[in-house]
């Protein structure tokens, strides 16, 4: 699986591509930033933000792009930056026909670090570790996006588990319904439910020939 993450940003927007498969490590690809001035106009800041990215769909072919989750902070004018250039993002992963996972900050340190609140340079050594790199990269950003691309190659395996678990789970809950419904109906002596006895009713009137009553009452 290759994956290509994303730490959103508009001054800079750091992206990392990483490998992995069964039984192998982490493998590093790629990384870069992408950067815009703070004096052009935004809509041109979120076009260069796309066109980056696009690029780097295009040339290292990814399977998926995971991207950092925005969440409240103090700053609003960063979240506000921060959630256009995750927008424009997952735009062009629907254009290229890709998916596209979320992963929180805290979801991010704890899978690579272990501690949910650790710092970047934790973050950033520990890429470095995991990736075999000579130096950690620079800057944060790019630390980061490699980070979010390493976390969903490892929660990946377990978040599809636990959804196959889940559905056979729900399989396996509705046997459960079918088994108890069959065993009412033969203790009952095989007598339709009422749901099925207002069918029944509603499929004979309405087979009824024109100008005969489409309802009556039936008496014992």
């Known amino acids: 699986m290759r994956v290509l993450g994303v730490d959103p940003g508009l001054t800079r927007c750091g992206i990392g591509v990483v490998e992995s498969g069964a039984g192998r490590p982490v493998a590093f690809?790629?990384?870069g930033v992408v950067r815009t001035g703070t004096d052009l106009p935004l809509e041109?800041?979120?076009?260069a933000v796309g066109d980056e990215v696009e690029r780097w769909v295009q040339r290292h072919r990814p399977d998926v792009i995971a991207v950092e989750r925005v969440f409240s902070q103090h700053n609003v004018r960063t979240v506000m930056g921060t959630a256009q250039a995750s927008g424009v993002v997952?735009?062009?992963a629907a254009r290229a026909g890709l998916p596209v996972a979320f992963h929180t900050p805290s979801e991010v340190k704890a899978a690579v670090t272990g501690e949910g609140r650790a710092g970047k340079a934790q973050v950033a050594a520990m890429v470095t570790r995991v990736l075999g790199l000579d130096a950690p990269p620079k800057p944060a950003d790019a630390a980061d996006a490699l980070a979010l691309a390493i976390c969903h190659c490892w929660r990946a395996p377990m978040q599809d588990r636990m959804a196959q678990a889940q559905a056979r789970a729900t399989e396996m809950a509705a046997v459960h319904r079918a088994r108890l419904a069959q065993a009412r109906a033969a203790?009952?002596?095989?007598?339709?439910?009422?749901?099925?006895?207002?069918?029944a009713a509603r499929a004979a009137a309405e087979a009824r020939p024109a100008g005969e009553p489409r309802w009556s009452v039936r008496r014992r």
Do not use: F, I, N, S
């Open 29 to 31: 690809v790629d990384v």
């Open 44 to 47: 041109r800041r979120l076009l």
């Open 90 to 92: 997952a735009l062009v």
């Open 187 to 199: 203790q009952d002596g095989d007598r339709p439910t009422a749901a099925e006895q207002w069918a």
